[in-house]
C-alpha cells in the first residue's frame, strides 16, 4: 500500500480508479493488477483524495479504511439505486436511477417522476405510472438493500426521496 | 511532421443549453459534465476546437473546452445556422490524467450540428484517443457472457456478439497504449471486465469494475504491439446475473511510432445502405446517422494538418449488391479515390490499399457511398489513415508550383492521386 503521493503526482502506467461520486473534485486510486485480474481489496496508492475523503484520513483512517469507505459508498449507492429501478419497475433500457451526492458525502437517490425522466432514440424513454405507494415502496427497498450491504466506518449514508 | 490527430464527434443528437460532451462519435449527450470526462492518458496539446451548426440555434451557441471541470482556453460562438466556427488562436495543454470534455450552452433554440472536431497533438510520441460514447449511459446486462465493442461511434447497449463487425483494421498504429471506461451505473454482483483485443485476442489491458464500483477506470499500463493490417476492438464480460451496468463511453489510446493516425465513421450494429445511384454522404469520422442527413458540403471536415491520406475503407457485415458499389473519399469536394464495393461481395473488408492524396491543413474530407444496383450494404465502420508529408512534398506544399508557366519542375504534389 503506497499511501497519498500528493495531487497532480503524474504517473503514466498504472491501472487507476476515479470514482464519480465524491462531493467536490476527484479521488484517484491506484490499483493492482496482476495474473490477469484487478486487486479491488485494498488500494495500491492514493493519487489524489478528495477534500471528504482526505477529511476520512485526517479523522483518523488509515488507507484501508479510507478505501473501504469509499468502495462501500459506491455499493450502498448502487444497491439503493438497483432496488429502486427493480421496485418501480423501470424499462430495461433505463440508464439508471438518479441521485445526488450532497457536500457531507451522504446521497440522495430520487424516485420521483421528473428525475427518472430519460430519454430513447432522442424521444422521451418509457416510465411506468408512479404513485406515491410506488415511491413509498421504492423506499422501503432502497433502504433494506442498504442495510444488506456492509457498511465500515466512513461509508456514506443513503437517503430516498 | 505531422504531430496532430483529428477527434471527430458527429452525431444525430441535439445539443441544448447545458449539454456535455466529447469530441468522440456518441448517441446521446447529457447535462451531467462527469458522464462526459476523459482521461487524457498522454501529455498533449488540443487545439482548433470548431463546429458546424446544420440546423437550430436561433441565438448564439458557446463551445468551450473544459480542463478537468474548469474552463479551458478553447472557446468560440456560432450565431444561427447553418454556420461553422472555430478556435483558431488558443490551445489546452493538459497533463496526462487530466479529464477533459466540450461543454455547449445557447440563448436560442437547439442545434443540430453536422460535426464537432477538434486536433490533439501528444506530448511525447503520436497517437490518438478513439471512443465509443453514449453520455446518457447505455445499459450492459447479458450475463455469463463474453461481448465485443467497438472504440468508434455510438455506444450500443450490450456489445456485439460478432467480433468481426465491430473490430477494426488498424493500418495505423502499432501500439495500443491504454484502455479507459467510465461506468455510471454498477447493480452487478461481480465483477465486469473489458480487455483490449487485437487481432483477434487478448491484449494485456484489463480494466475492472467490482461489483457496486462506479466511476472512470483507466488501464495506462498496456504497451501492446499493433503490426499493420490487424484488427483492434475491446471486449466485456459480465458475470452471472441480469443487473445493469451503465457505461458512458469505452477509450482506447492508440499510438503510431511512424506518425500516422486514422478516423473512423461507425454503426456498430449496423446501418442498412439499399442499392441506390443517389450517393450516401457522410463524415470522415463520428457516430453513423441516417442515410441522407448529410449533403457533401455538409459532410466536409477539415482534418486540419498535412498529410498524405490513403487506404480507403470499410467493413460491411452484409453485401448483397448486384452490381459493384462504391465507397468514394471526397477532397474539397471532389471524389479522390475510390474503393470498390464488389458485388455480392458478402461480409468483410473492402479497401483500397493503392491509391493515396496529399491534403493541406485547409482541406477538407468526406466520404459517399454510391451505387449497388440492387441489393444492400449493412455497414460497419468506414475510415481512412493519415500519414506524414514527406519533407520533400511538405516543401513543394509551402511553396506551391507556379502557375506562370514558369514551373519549378521536378515534383508536383498537389493534391492529387498520387
Known sequence: MGGFQGA???????????????????????????????????????ITLCPHHRGLRDSGLNDQQVFDAILQSSRVKESARWAVKVELGLDKEHPGVPY?????????????????????????????????????????????????????????????? | ??????????????????????????????????????????????????????????????YRFRDAGADGNQTFNIIGSPVSGEDTTNTDVLAAADLFNISYVDTGSN?????????????????????????????????????????????PADGQTDED???????????????????????????????????????????????????????????????????????????????????????GTLKSSANKSETIYSNQTGRARTASTTEHYVPIGGSDQVLGTFTEAQARIKPG???????????????????????????????????????SGGAGWYENSSDTITIDADDELSFGFDEGTSGSITLRSAGIMFAPVSEVTQAFMMFPPRTDGLGRGGIFPGNRVL
Not at chain 2, 12 to 18: D, E, F, K, R, V
Not at chain 2, 131 to 149: E, L, M, Q
Open chain 2, 111 to 155: 442545434s443540430t450540428n453536422n460535426w464537432i472536431v477538434g486536433n490533439v497533438e501528444f506530448s511525447s510520441g503520436h497517437g490518438n484517443f478513439h471512443a465509443a460514447a453514449n453520455y446518457g449511459g447505455v445499459i450492459h446486462d447479458v450475463g455469463s457472457s463474453t461481448r465485443f465493442i467497438g472504440l468508434w461511434g455510438g455506444l
Open chain 2, 1 to 62: 511532421m505531422m504531430g496532430k490527430a483529428l477527434l471527430i464527434a458527429s452525431t444525430g443528437a441535439t445539443l441544448s443549453s447545458g449539454n456535455e460532451f466529447n469530441l468522440f462519435g456518441y448517441s446521446a449527450v447529457t447535462s451531467i459534465e462527469g458522464n462526459t470526462q476523459i482521461s487524457c492518458t498522454e501529455a498533449a496539446t488540443f487545439s482548433n476546437l470548431r463546429a458546424s451548426t446544420r440546423l437550430g440555434n436561433s441565438g448564439t451557441a458557446t
Open chain 1, 100 to 161: 445526488r451526492t450532497n457536500p457531507d458525502g451522504s446521497f440522495t437517490v430520487f424516485t420521483d417522476t421528473a428525475s427518472l425522466a430519460w430519454e430513447k432514440d432522442s424521444q422521451p424513454g418509457p416510465l411506468p405510472t408512479i404513485r406515491g405507494v410506488d415511491r413509498n415502496r421504492a423506499r422501503t427497498a432502497a433502504l433494506s438493500a442498504v442495510s444488506a450491504t456492509f457498511r465500515p466506518i466512513g461509508t456514506s449514508i443513503v437517503m430516498v426521496e
Open chain 2, 305 to 343: 494538418f498535412a498529410a498524405v491520406v490513403s487506404n480507403l475503407r470499410c467493413y460491411l457485415s452484409d453485401n448483397t449488391y448486384t452490381g459493384n458499389g462504391t465507397l468514394k473519399l471526397y477532397q474539397n469536394g471532389v471524389a479522390v479515390i475510390t474503393t470498390t464495393i464488389t458485388a
Open chain 1, 8 to 46: 497532480r503526482c503524474i504517473e503514466v502506467l498504472m491501472l487507476t480508479w476515479m470514482p464519480d461520486f465524491c462531493p467536490t473534485g476527484n479521488c484517484r486510486i491506484e490499483l493492482e493488477k496482476a495474473g490477469g485480474k484487478v486487486d479491488w481489496s485494498k488500494p495500491k496508492s492514493f
Open chain 2, 165 to 251: 463487425a465491430i473490430e477494426w483494421k488498424t493500418r495505423a498504429y502499432d501500439t495500443f497504449d491504454a484502455l479507459q471506461v467510465r461506468c455510471i451505473l454498477n447493480a452487478r454482483v461481480n465483477t465486469s471486465s473489458f480487455i483490449n483485443r487485437i487481432n483477434g485476442n487478448n491484449g494485456t489491458g484489463l480494466v475492472e469494475f467490482t461489483s457496486g464500483a462506479t466511476g472512470l477506470v483507466s488501464d495506462t499500463a498496456i504497451g501492446d504491439a499493433i503490426t499493420d493490417g490487424q484488427t483492434i476492438n475491446i471486449s466485456i464480460t459480465l458475470g452471472a446475473g441480469l443487473e445493469d451496468l451503465s457505461l458512458c463511453f469505452v477509450c
